[in-house]
């Protein structure tokens, strides 16, 4: 009996160890499916899944341009023939080797490829492995003005997420809004809150794109709120929000005949203001003191 009472002592941690482990396998399907559902903003569309090609590749739909500069190589053949330099011509015409006049602008590197290997093929080299890859590029463009850092044109490969842009740009500087408008090259525009990181980190943009970061706007506040002052207005702020930015109602604060001095075609004029009322842009808000 001791010894069966020993042998049990000593397989208990073991015991325990795999019970934990079945628990949390367990646990994960359940943990992984909230955690997806919680990426999901609602109301907006799933985000898209992760690019199936490395960082630092094009997508294999990426539409090579001029001044592109491609590094192309021909397997197991000299090296005169390994990681040559090809600069895209206005044309779009490359050259490489003895071959001359080949058609690159407008293509994909597979098509590039095979152009150079069937090229080969016809005289040079017997079943040629040609292999292609962009060194440099320098076709496509998003541009960055506005509140950032760095403003500039930052070279892209097919699509680049707004996120991404911005920290190209070194980021939005100290007076920037939380917002950002990109115009597109069709003349539509559209504005993203960067507030959201998700959604911006799932924005792509597209050659042509110019994204403006706008200078923050204001509002005041005054009266029965914990910090009084200028503070930064955001789109869609009603007076709930502005009033918790501004760190709450005191203990004599009340929203009933709460008013903003507001600029109007020019004219100021004094608006009445509830809960859910919108705050514009340079207003100045007055909350009251409760009578009683």
Sequence with gaps: MKSKNAFLLLMLPVLLAASASRAAGQSAAPQAAATASATQVPGQAPMPAPPLF???SPPPSYVIGPQDVLKISVVDEGPELQNQSAVVG???LISFWALRNIAAGGKT???????????????YIKNPVVRAEI???KSQYV??????????RIP???SKSLLEALADAGGQSGQAANEAEVSHTSGAKEMIDLRDVQAAQ???LKDGDVVLVPKAQTFYINGEVHNQGALVWQRNMTLSQA?????GLTDRGTYRNAEATRVDKGKSIVVRLKEQSPVMPEDVITINKRIF
């Design 54 to 56: 490395a960082v630092g």
């Design 90 to 92: 206005s044309d779009g």
């Design 109 to 123: 590197l597979r098509e590039v490829q095979d152009k150079i290997a069937a090229m080969l093929a016809d005289g």
């Design 135 to 137: 060194d440099k590029y």
């Design 143 to 152: 541009t960055i003005i506005g509140e950032v850092r760095t403003p500039s």
């Design 156 to 158: 892209m490969m097919a």
């Design 202 to 204: 799932a924005y792509l």
């Design 243 to 247: 009033v918790t930015l501004a760190g």
